[in-house]
């Protein structure tokens, strides 16, 4: 080459500079397009992510309320309300998505509490206990409520809304005509499994047993779906929280697996291909119980919100219709039910441009009206002792009463930092089991190779 | 760019070693030395450079980021979310003793040779073949059919493809007038409806191509074998294959290249279930990086994506030897 170069002339020289030059100017141009991504919005305008799918639509409608207000109390703020319309898992990751680019990051995020650890970690959201040591209301909050809005660091980054419980809900009527006894009390998981066959073999038409179960509801799948049962073993759990170790090799977790067989391949739930599509608790809280279609579904507290008069779907007849009863425990050990809870908070964006008025927001949004006003729409467990005691919250709903019961025996989730990706390899298991592709075991060894490699080996413990 | 010199010049002396140079800088090159040359080759690279900076910032650029991305613990949530660490090749030991990896990987060539190598080409040169004897009717329809799933936007054609096999969907219902019930084709059989599905949707193209390539073939060797008693298929085989070849290199490829990336036809037709029974390598990549919220690691299944991609383009240039006549 070193010929080559020695024969340059002047000419090329110039050329070469020229060259040189313009390529600067074009990469410049290019990266500087590129990168310019500095700052939107301004900090007389607030930004609000959170979800807005299918049935759940109260979010929507109380922040409406909360933006006419804050935007008349606080002249010369603009509250500007961005729904994201997707799924539990396309939630989180459209979520992430806009809170890595600090022109796209919200102000106030509708935050689920299983993620607060994790985002927090991320640095997405900001601490809130200098806005919550000055906030009057914060001592109305349940403790254990608050726990939930805590990072690994002992720092506040949510405003707990509301919390919840999972039971199964049952159509009376159709129990009624497949003969069996109501009010149904099932002690253990063959009598819903047995239950669920009569309803099979009297009334062919109609969905026995539904259990959230597969990849496409995320964690509902995890939640609703397989915890409810693997809580309900004995000793049943994912995380042990003395020595801090998860559970690899439990036959909790087999077991557990082996129910959700039992009931895809058994023939007592949906077909799979129903269970997989993203849309099937909306079709389950709007079309399958209304129109008794579905016998049991084991689902979370807020399923009646949807059939409120202020809900999407309608059914004033579904206080008489439905029935709640808890989920047994295995074989009916001690106490006898289980349930689990999770609940959802309001939190700050860590890059917000104006952090106190978005606290404010949320301290509007979540104070008793706000909190009331939202828990009945969206049929939340009321976290504020205010709310929880105020008749009107109360009577408002004929369930609130049995889902408040079951708060004594329910249980939270692993509070750590890679819960969210071990949820998914459960969602995994729970795929390849009901799709006849693993057996149970199969499946609790794929997931016991997945935690270690998520938690190192250190982090696990057999049982 | 190698030819402008690294070596600097004397103003006007020339450096010993300068082969055929004639004469001092001052004096401008002449004609026909190799110096005037070396002007000309930098002279007409020029125009090209644009392009290469472009083709660097957004072809290599996107490769070396990627390949970078996959040796990190990138997370979308957690602490890796907000710094992200070196990890060496740790995402490629996880992905190659996941079990979901070797079976995306057979899905990808089953989904590769069946759709793209078998279905789209050897139905696009069977369809141009038989269009290029069949009336001007006949012809047309026939291409209107087929270029009609080609004009489709993917995600169209996805939706079509969905509500044909879906379990209530209209070839169910067309078997159900004859009495047939049909399986359940997107749970039972994933792998064959999402094929189907693409060789519908991308046979047009081969059929476009071949369809200008088999123009191509002169009429005198094809006249000249037919009386020399070679058979329709002989002359297939020993006439218009060779002739063609360029053009069967050139369509692999692009088919090939097209075919490995398909993500929304499979996504909204089976979303890469049930369970992982027709989740091909974009739809494991998507999973891991914006489901699973490990960017790192979704990023390593991407870059194995590109490595099958590269090894099939070097295969077929080689094999086909486009640039030899």
């Not at chain 1, 009107?392 to 989730?413: C, E, I």
């Not at chain 1, 190779?449 to 998520?454: N, S």
Request: charged residues 15%; hydrophobic residues 40%; aromatic residues 10%.
């Amino acid at each position: 080459m070193s010929s080559t170069g020695t024969t340059t002339s002047r000419r090329g020289r110039r050329a070469a500079r020229i060259l040189a030059i313009a390529a600067t100017v074009m990469t410049t141009a290019l990266v500087a397009t590129g990168c310019s991504a500095g700052g939107g919005g301004d900090s007389n305008t607030i930004k609000i992510a959170y979800q807005k799918f299918g049935t759940f639509t109260q979010l929507d409608a109380h922040l409406k309320e909360v933006k006419k207000s804050f935007e008349k109390a606080n002249p010369g703020m603009t509250v500007q309300l961005e729904p994201i319309a997707a799924q539990n898992d396309d939630y989180y990751t459209k979520l992430a998505l806009m809170e890595r680019a600090p022109s796209t990051a919200p102000d106030v995020i509708y935050e689920d509490t299983f993620k607060v650890k994790a985002d927090a970690e991320a640095g997405y959201l900001l601490p809130l206990d200098k806005y919550t040591a000055k906030w009057a209301d914060w001592s109305k909050f349940y403790d254990n409520a608050k726990e939930a809005g805590v990072g690994t660091d002992g720092k506040t980054y949510g405003i707990p809304m509301g919390t919840d419980t999972r039971a199964l809900w049952y159509n009376k009527d159709l129990f009624k005509k497949a003969g069996l006894t109501v009010p149904w009390e099932p002690k253990t998981w063959d009598d819903v499994l047995s239950a669920a066959k009569t309803i099979k073999s009297k009334l062919p038409d109609v969905v026995p047993l539904n259990v959230y179960s597969g990849k496409p509801q995320g964690e509902g799948s995890t939640m609703q779906g397989f915890e409810m049962l693997l809580y309900g073993t004995p000793n049943g759990t994912l995380y042990d929280d003395a020595s801090k170790k998860w559970i690899t090799g439990s036959s909790n977790f087999t077991d557990s697996l082996g129910f959700i067989k039992d009931v895809y391949q058994g023939g007592v739930g949906p077909t799979p291909e129903q269970a997989l599509d993203t849309n099937i608790s909306t079709v389950v809280g709007g079309e399958w119980l209304p129109k008794g279609k579905l016998a049991i579904d084991l689902d979370g507290s807020w399923l009646s919100g949807t059939w409120l008069s202020t809900g999407t779907n309608p059914w004033p007849e579904w206080s008489k219709v439905m029935g709640q009863v808890g989920m047994p425990t295995q074989n009916g050990e001690a106490p006898g039910v289980n349930s689990m809870s999770g609940g959802w908070t309001l939190a700050v964006g860590a890059t917000s441009k104006n952090s106190d008025k978005a606290f404010d927001f949320i301290a509007d949004a979540l104070d008793k009206d706000g909190s009331m006003s939202y828990d009945i729409a969206a049929s939340q467990i009321a976290v504020r002792s205010d709310v929880a005691t105020d008749p009107d919250y109360a009577d408002s709903n004929p369930s609130f009463k049995f889902f408040s019961s079951l708060v004594k025996d329910t249980h939270f989730r692993p509070a750590t930092t890679d819960y969210s990706q071990i949820s998914n390899q459960i969602t995994v298991a729970m795929e390849a089991v009901m799709t006849g592709q693993q057996t149970p075991e199969e499946a609790a060894k794929a997931y016991d190779t997945a935690l270690t490699g998520i938690v190192g080996a250190d982090k696990t413990v057999s049982k | 760019m190698a030819t402008i010199a690294p070596t600097p010049l004397g103003k006007d002396t020339d450096p010993a070693g300068g082969r055929g140079s004639s004469g001092t800088p001052s004096q401008g090159p002449r004609p026909g030395s190799a110096r005037a040359r070396n002007i000309r080759t930098v002279g007409r690279t020029i125009p090209l450079v644009p392009s290469m900076v472009l083709l660097a910032l957004f072809l290599l650029g996107p490769i070396v980021s990627s390949f970078y991305g996959s040796l990190t613990n990138a997370s979308l949530t957690g602490a890796a979310a907000q710094k992200s660490s070196f990890i060496g090749l740790d995402n490629y030991v996880k992905l190659f003793n996941s079990p979901d990896f070797p079976k995306s990987i057979v899905l990808t060539l089953v989904f590769l040779f069946a759709s793209a190598v078998i279905g789209q080409n050897v139905l696009g040169l069977g369809l141009a073949l038989l269009m290029r004897s069949a009336n001007p009717g006949v012809r047309s329809l026939v291409g209107t059919f087929v270029v009609a799933a080609w004009v489709l936007p993917e995600i169209v054609a996805a939706f079509a493809a969905y509500a044909f096999f879906n379990q209530t969907g209209t070839l169910n219902t067309v078997l159900a007038w004859f009495g047939i019930e049909g399986a359940n084709w997107l749970y039972t059989f994933p792998m064959i409806a999402v094929i189907l599905a693409n060789i519908w949707r991308g046979t047009a193209f081969s059929m476009l191509v071949y369809a200008a390539a088999v123009q191509e073939v002169p009429p005198e060797i094809t006249e000249s074998a037919e009386v020399d008693g070679a058979g329709g298929f002989k002359r297939l085989i020993y006439i218009t294959l060779p002739v063609i070849r360029r053009s069967i290199s050139t369509n692999l490829m692009l088919t090939t290249l097209q075919t490995l990336s398909v993500f929304t036809l499979i996504f909204v037709m089976t979303g890469g279930g049930p369970g992982t029974n027709s989740s091909t390598l974009p739809i494991l990549a998507y999973q891991e990086a914006f489901k699973f919220s490990q960017l790192g690691f979704g990023t390593a299944i991407a870059t194995i994506m590109l490595l099958i991609g590269a090894i099939f383009s070097i295969v077929y240039i080689r094999a086909l030897k486009p640039e030899v006549d």
